[in-house]
């Protein structure tokens, strides 16, 4: 599978496709959008409009990928002229084990199904319909826009006003919406959702607030993967030791929503097929270290990596220190 990775030095940016261990530079391509606007202007796929563009120049990736280099790695896909024009949000209640977790958060296990539980059992009874049919809604949630994207390397903060930040590793589909309005999928990054649990634990209501967060994606972009079944594993370090780590999956076969169900419910929404726009959407997690009662700290990095998805996606957690200020508005119409 061909993997594209977007680099900055200074204030030249290029698009490389990942040969290990060097990334071979592309022609006259400053980033992924660029490329595929080109692709669909001249009728050409996006895997032939890469190759087309591949020169004998190539960088090596291991100092890049270790923060060693004047190039830095940029988040996987952006909008390079309007970064509001890139729209992040997600799907979930995807996969048992998230399910599982926000029984737990929201309920006791025992008792009475709570509405999570409820709306999970509902995809597994209807969101694998037929070819052509429309299945059950899954949940879903905004994260905001593509300045909330952070790069393999950067930090993830939580803001004064959070009550916790903590890791969701999962997969997210990149998409492009054509001059007509048809949404076309780019590719795949291997992602860190990044949520407030211990918020949206006190009140499932707490869902919409707990989303907005910065969060992860790349480093490396998979044009057209397999979505099956796909292994990857999360990992925490803390002062240089791994203090907790698990053995994850995701893709179709372990999810009770068909990748084509999440899509339609996502891009059913004439807003969510503007010409020209980007969305990032992230598919669901498998599990959470919250769930194991793990809270991260100021300095801890976490490490995220699917298998064929190319290099680990690794983030270190950033905790303002100043305390929630007090949002005053002010009236324009008078003194």
């Known amino acids: 599978m061909t993997r594209l990775i977007q680099i900055q030095q200074a204030s030249t940016r290029r698009v490389g496709i990942v040969e290990e261990p060097h990334l071979r530079l592309l022609r006259d391509c400053s980033s992924i959008y660029h490329l595929a606007q080109d692709a669909l202007r001249t009728g050409t796929s996006l895997t032939d409009a890469i190759y087309k563009r591949a020169t004998r120049e190539v960088v090596d990736y291991d100092p890049v990928y270790a923060g060693r280099s004047d190039w830095h790695v940029l988040p996987a896909i ?154 990857g594993e999360v990992k925490i370090e803390r002062a240089g030791t791994i203090l907790w780590s698990k053995r994850i999956r995701t893709g179709e076969a372990e999810m009770c929503h068909s990748l084509q169900n999440i899509e339609h419910h996502h891009f059913k929404y004439e807003a969510h097929r503007r010409p020209g726009d980007i969305h990032v959407h992230f598919l669901g997690a498998d599990c959470l270290s919250f769930g194991d009662g793990v809270r991260l700290i100021q300095g801890d990095t976490v490490q995220i990596q699917f298998e064929n998805f190319g290099r680990p996606l690794r983030n270190t957690i950033q905790i303002a220190t100043a305390p929630a200020a007090l949002i005053m508005v002010n009236p324009l119409a008078g003194n």
Not at 158 to 165: I, L, M, S, Y
Not at 171 to 191: E, F, H, K, N
């Open 78 to 231: 952006d909008h390079p002229q309007e970064s509001s024009r890139c729209l992040v949000s997600g799907t979930g209640l995807t996969h048992l084990g998230s399910a599982r977790e926000r029984q737990q958060m929201h309920g006791n296990p025992q008792q009475e199904l709570t509405d999570s539980m409820k709306m999970f059992r509902c995809g597994v009874e209807g969101g694998r319909p037929a070819e052509g049919k429309i299945g059950t809604p899954p949940e879903w949630f905004y994260k905001g826009t593509g300045p909330i994207l952070r790069a393999h390397h950067q930090p993830l903060e939580v803001p004064a006003h959070a009550e916790d930040g903590g890791e969701e590793a999962e997969i997210a589909g990149v998409y492009l919406i054509d001059a007509s309005g048809q949404p076309r999928r780019l590719g795949m990054s291997a992602g860190n959702e990044f949520s407030d649990h211990l918020f949206e634990k006190k009140n499932y209501l707490n869902l919409a607030g707990s989303k907005l967060r910065t969060c992860a994606l790349g480093p490396e972009l998979v044009i057209d993967p397999a979505f099956d079944s796909i292994s």
